[in-house]
């Protein structure tokens, strides 16, 4: 017989990711709750380092969610240079082996740079020489540059040495790349220095940069209009990230000129461009994104909307996986979910007036014709509305969009109105197969819970704040509420044999004991739930009710099964 001590070294890969994504979100979870104002959050690499010595397979699935994104900040004062990674300095001191690993792991790199570094070369010549010659990015595929602002009066007065330095140090930028597909550009801060430097700057360090990678970001404050100059910006790309300011016409016209290639459109504007600046050209021809899978646009801002009037028949859209507009909908009529149903899985969206009456008006989800729709995330924003529209025309566009859902997500600051609308769902087609519902901040009584599960028989996860045990004609729930459990449990229903898990976001210390008597009927209403995840803070409290109730009757016959719901301690 071995005697052989079992090893986490044969950890399967999936096993020991699972393990460290429930440490970290623990961790996480903790930080927030334990935060303060002002209060910097700790690194995942800080969260994550107790997991780097607990065997092979583990550390190597936790340092690479540690370093996935590397942030480098280079500071340069006088002669010195400093780096900072991941707000951490990096000095001769680091150990190389692991310094390297760590810029080796990297999927995404963000620097922060000066421009006076840049400008008179110094950066460069520092980043040749130990010990930052070490630094390669073999793996990763992004890259944001962020030219800081300075409070310095500096101009060369020689464009012909401003262009060298910024293409040596371009190349060398780029030679720590093997993979680099994503660029963005950007620069903040009041930059004092001569005004035409610092746009032949940003301008020339953009172009070189953007050369041959398949997905860009513009900030407003580049000067799109320069870099319109050279030859070849723009064109054949796959991503496009625009944060739209200024020179509207000159974003659009990149924007359209890679519609046939674009897999991926962000667009982030106060000025009021409409989805019909997006499906129709300055000749007023439609233009179709033959290849989009993902639309994001924000819209800050919204003048009264022009009308989308584009022919029924055209489907500017027609492979869209995942839509998500912000703010106002850019779109007055139904174009963005043209012949798309067959793609589209995943939905986030500001319910405004607009959004809601073309969703009415059109009935675009009727008869369950998303059927691969996985996710919907819906924003019910106090705000976001007029009183043209009242909540029942909100609430009915909602419902509408979550009717085809597996997994659906409300975010509001109007509570009632979410309610209204999980309890509307209910009576549509989606009752059958929504299997996630987040409903964070609304609150349910006991009754009002049961009665949920019920008529959602596929849910397994359940977001939502607990209310009481409620008072109603039916006599468990009285005696419950007066603390006869020994009816209640004898009462007690199956509701739902599919939920396992329930997120309970805020609780008030003096209502431990009644929301823990919730869960242990929800459990007993539930065959196969598992636990309920509830704040940190009361977990000691919690735990001790649940023992104490499950040790004696009615509850002693049923410890076995629910002993579960007893929060582990994870220090």
């Known amino acids: 017989m071995s005697t052989e001590k079992p090893s986490f070294q044969a950890l399967s890969p999936s096993i020991s990711k699972r393990i460290v994504h429930y440490y970290l979100q623990s961790k996480e979870t903790t930080q927030q709750q334990e935060s303060r104002?002002?209060?910097?959050?700790?690194?995942?690499?800080?969260?994550?380092?107790?997991?780097?010595?607990?065997?092979?397979?583990?550390?190597?699935?936790?340092?690479?969610?540690?370093?996935?994104?590397?942030?480098?900040?280079?500071?340069?004062?006088?002669?010195?240079?400093?780096?900072k990674v991941n707000e951490q300095p990096w000095t001769n001191a680091n150990d190389d082996k692991v310094s390297a690993k760590m810029f080796e792991?990297?999927?995404?790199?963000?620097?922060?740079?000066?421009?006076?570094?840049?400008?008179?070369?110094?950066?460069?010549?520092?980043?040749?020489?130990?010990?930052?010659?070490?630094?390669?990015?073999?793996?990763?595929?992004?890259?944001?540059?962020?030219?800081?602002?300075?409070?310095?009066y500096k101009s060369?007065?020689?464009?012909?040495?401003?262009?060298?330095?910024?293409?040596?140090?371009?190349?060398y930028l780029k030679s720590l790349f093997s993979v680099l597909t994503r660029v963005d550009v950007l620069h903040v801060g009041y930059i004092t220095i001569n005004d035409q430097v610092k746009d032949n700057l940003t301008t020339m360090l953009a172009a070189l940069l953007y050369e041959g990678v398949e997905s860009i970001g513009i900030s407003h404050s580049a000067p799109i209009v320069s870099l319109l100059k050279y030859p070849g910006f723009g064109k054949h790309l796959l991503g496009l990230y625009c944060n739209i300011g200024s020179h509207a016409e000159e974003f659009i016209k990149v924007i359209q000129q890679n519609a046939?290639?674009?897999?991926?459109?962000?667009?982030?504007?106060?000025?009021?461009?409409?989805?019909?600046?997006?499906?129709?050209d300055s000749d007023g021809n439609p233009v179709i994104y033959r290849n989009l899978k993902h639309l994001y646009h924000t819209q800050f801002y919204d003048p009264s909307p022009k009308k989308t009037n584009i022919a029924r028949e055209i489907a500017p859209f027609p492979c869209l996986e995942e839509l998500c507009l912000f703010g106002a909908h850019p779109f007055t009529d139904d174009t963005v979910f043209?012949?798309?149903?067959?793609?589209?899985?995943r939905i986030t969206m500001d319910m405004d007036d607009v959004g809601a009456r073309v969703i009415n008006q059109y009935e675009t989800f009727a008869?369950?014709?998303?059927?691969?729709?996985?996710?919907?995330?819906?924003?019910?924003?106090?705000?976001?509305?007029?009183?043209?529209?009242?909540?029942?025309?909100?609430?009915?566009?909602?419902?509408?969009?979550?009717?085809?859902?597996?997994?659906?997500?409300?975010d509001s600051s109007m509570l009632a109105l979410s309610k209204n609308v999980a309890q509307e769902?209910?009576?549509?087609?989606?009752?059958?197969?929504l299997q996630?519902?987040?409903?964070?901040?609304?609150?349910?009584?006991?009754?009002?819970?049961?009665?949920?599960?019920?008529?959602?028989?596929?849910?397994?996860?359940?977001?939502?704040?607990?209310?009481?045990?409620?008072?109603?004609?039916?006599?468990k729930y009285k005696e419950s509420k007066d603390q006869h459990l020994a009816k209640a449990v004898a009462e007690v229903e199956i509701q739902n044999k599919c939920l396992q898990y329930w997120k309970i976001d805020s609780i008030k210390s003096h209502a431990v004991s009644t929301v823990a008597t919730m869960v242990i009927l929800v459990a007993l209403s539930c065959p196969m739930f598992q636990y309920a995840d509830v704040p940190k803070r009361i977990v000691p409290i919690y735990n001790a009710f649940i023992l104490k109730a499950i040790a004696e009757e009615p509850l002693a016959s049923h410890a076995e099964r629910l002993k579960s719901l007893v929060i582990q301690d994870d220090e």
């Open 367 to 410: 008869g369950h014709r998303y059927k691969n729709l996985k996710r919907v995330k819906i924003i019910l924003a106090a705000g976001r509305h007029s009183d043209s529209l009242p909540y029942g025309g909100l609430a009915k566009a909602a419902v509408a969009v979550a009717s085809c859902s597996q997994s659906l997500t409300l």
């Open 37 to 83: 104002p002002f209060q910097a959050n700790v690194s995942k690499a800080t969260l994550l380092a107790p997991l780097f010595s607990v065997c092979n397979s583990i550390r190597s699935v936790a340092q690479e969610c540690a370093f996935e994104t590397c942030k480098i900040d280079i500071e340069t004062e006088q002669d010195d240079l400093t780096i």
């Open 260 to 280: 046939d290639t674009l897999v991926s459109l962000k667009i982030v504007t106060s000025l009021g461009i409409c989805g019909i600046d997006l499906v129709k």
């Open 105 to 152: 792991l990297a999927k995404a790199v963000e620097i922060d740079i000066s421009c006076t570094g840049i400008i008179d070369g110094s950066i460069l010549k520092k980043l040749q020489q130990k010990p930052f010659d070490i630094i390669r990015f073999s793996n990763a595929h992004s890259l944001k540059v962020t030219l800081l602002g300075e409070d310095i």
């Open 425 to 433: 769902i209910c009576n549509t087609n989606c009752s059958q197969q």
């Open 436 to 475: 996630s519902l987040d409903i964070t901040g609304t609150r349910f009584t006991l009754p009002e819970m049961l009665s949920l599960l019920k008529q959602l028989p596929a849910l397994r996860k359940l977001y939502c704040e607990p209310d009481g045990l409620g008072t109603t004609k039916n006599k």
């Open 156 to 171: 060369l007065g020689n464009d012909e040495l401003l262009e060298n330095n910024v293409k040596e140090f371009v190349e």
């Open 338 to 345: 043209r012949n798309n149903e067959k793609t589209l899985r």
